[in-house]
């Protein structure tokens, strides 16, 4: 059995599709189902209901998945310690974190902690969402900063990992001006005309937020999908010049807001509220994070 089989396994029930897959294993398609095939022969079970579309996993698929991930995520946090203690740098924290996270929020989280507690020796990998889960479900990092919704779980099982609150933030209905000031784009109840808006597409937790507000709003209009970016700074200045509105971050904005470049386009019931959250595993993590994990303080929260 290669580590690669299992790699490919947890890309497979990811993406739920062989080429998709494939591509982003760096291999042809008919390697990748080779791969795939040989490790259901090496364990002696199907893993895969292929007769369905997207692909779903078998029994013994779902039995497996906890074991592979738990095989990958040891292997991979024993290759971290042993390549910490041979590099000398087993104070190294790392994190991974979403793009818009990774741009605005981690730089002046990370400085206001420093300012109490000296330089930390950091790492930060910048991802979706999806794969920052996954980073964290194999052992690649200590941590994972994402923010949360009431209405977007994320996947990571209760009785392995944790969290802590670190942040909060909105997403807010914002467009550019029109010259009387009033939004070139804006959420009116009932409006004859979609309202054209730049959204996030499906791989982006905020995406997923927005999708399920604007699915349980009563007096949400009709929508037109002009533009979509897994990024809040892509989103950005497409609704500055005014090419739809957009639901941005406010951490985000409050320049833009204050000057006048973005108005709000809506009213409170279109605000989506975040909670930003720090989640690890519960398994012990060397030093250095443990230390962290602790001057964080002592509000410990389960997922929910």
């Not at 690669?4 to 189902?33: C, G, H, I, M, Y």
């Not at 095939?37 to 698929?61: N, V």
């Amino acid at each position: 059995m290669e580590v690669k089989w299992l790699l490919d396994f947890l890309s497979l029930v990811d993406t739920q599709n062989f080429s998709r897959s494939a591509e982003a294993r760096a291999t042809t398609q008919p390697a990748f189902s080779r791969r795939i095939k040989a490790l259901e022969e090496w364990l002696g079970a199907t893993l895969f209901d292929r007769s369905e579309q997207p692909i779903q996993l078998t029994y013994a698929g779902q039995s497996f998945r906890p074991v592979a991930e738990e095989v990958l995520r040891r292997l991979l946090q024993s290759r971290e310690e042993i390549q910490r203690i041979g590099k000398h740098t087993e104070s190294t924290i790392s994190f991974t974190s979403t793009h818009s996270l990774s741009l605005v929020f981690f730089p002046r989280w990370i400085l206001q902690f420093e300012a109490e507690t000296g330089i930390l020796r950091t790492r930060l990998e910048s991802n979706q969402i999806d794969v920052c889960v996954q980073s964290l479900l194999r052992g690649e990092c200590h941590f994972l900063i994402s923010p949360t919704h009431s209405a977007v779980e994320i996947q990571l099982p209760e009785d392995r990992f944790t969290s802590k609150s670190i942040g909060h933030d909105r997403l807010l209905p914002v467009s550019a001006p029109a010259p009387d000031g009033s939004p070139l784009h804006a959420l009116i109840p009932g409006a004859k005309k979609p309202v054209e808006y730049l959204a996030y597409d499906s791989t982006a937790a905020s995406g997923r937020a927005l999708e399920f507000m604007l699915r349980h709003h009563k007096k949400a209009p009709a929508l037109e999908k002009v533009f979509d970016s897994h990024l809040a700074g892509v989103l950005k200045p497409m609704a500055i010049q005014g090419r739809g509105l957009a639901w941005l971050p406010e951490s985000e904005i409050v320049r833009e807001i204050e000057q006048g470049t973005l108005v709000i386009a809506g009213d409170g019931s279109f605000v989506i509220p975040s909670e930003i959250r720090l989640f690890r595993n519960r398994d012990p993590l060397p030093k250095a994070a443990e230390d962290f994990w602790r001057t964080l303080g002592d509000a410990d929260t389960a997922l929910s």
